[in-house]
């Protein structure tokens, strides 16, 4: 539980989805505040099963990689989009990241304690991008701190992306 439970926290990819997911949330504001952080977690279990059940994804450190990019793009851009449209594009990131999770579950000696581990985690780093967000939206200039924040975002986006590309 308790290794899996710190894995988004030291992997840069996976802590800056599920931030950014939160962040981009308080951007868009009610529903989709509430939705993403559903919607990511549920996905991303069942592309955690999906892996599980021996499925093929291939691109998966790719896929998690662009995750980072295009949600730190929509938070840079203040991207609003329509309730499906935002639920899709956090479901489909979350199948890559629950994918390359699953494939880590069978070496898990409780498999039950690995998976709440990391939808726990996930959720919790949900709530602090929508931390950051709310902060972000009190500042006195929040369309600069959105660029910064999303843009940082981005960039860490594009190393992953140069990364999972060389390996």
Do not use: C, K
């Not at 981005?154 to 992953?160: K, P, Q």
């Amino acid at each position: 539980f308790f290794s899996v439970f710190a894995h988004p926290f030291i992997g840069g990819d996976h802590l800056l989805a599920m931030v950014a997911v939160g962040v981009w949330g308080a951007i868009l504001g009610r529903p989709l505040i509430f939705i993403l952080p559903v919607v990511f977690p549920i996905v991303m279990a069942a592309g955690g099963t999906f892996a599980m059940a021996g499925g093929a994804l291939p691109g998966t450190e790719i896929g998690i990689a662009l995750s980072v990019l295009v949600l730190g793009g929509l938070i840079a851009a203040q991207r609003s989009l329509p309730i499906a449209a935002a639920a899709a594009i956090v479901g489909g990131f979350a199948i890559f990241h629950g994918f390359a999770h699953g494939q880590e579950l069978p070496l898990a000696a409780a498999p039950v304690a690995y998976s709440v581990g990391f939808v726990l985690a996930t959720g919790l780093l949900h709530l602090a991008g929508i931390g950051i967000g709310w902060l972000i939206e009190s500042a006195q200039s929040p369309q600069r701190l959105h660029r910064a924040v999303g843009g940082a975002i981005v960039l860490s986006g594009l190393y992953f992306l140069f990364r999972g590309v060389l390996a």
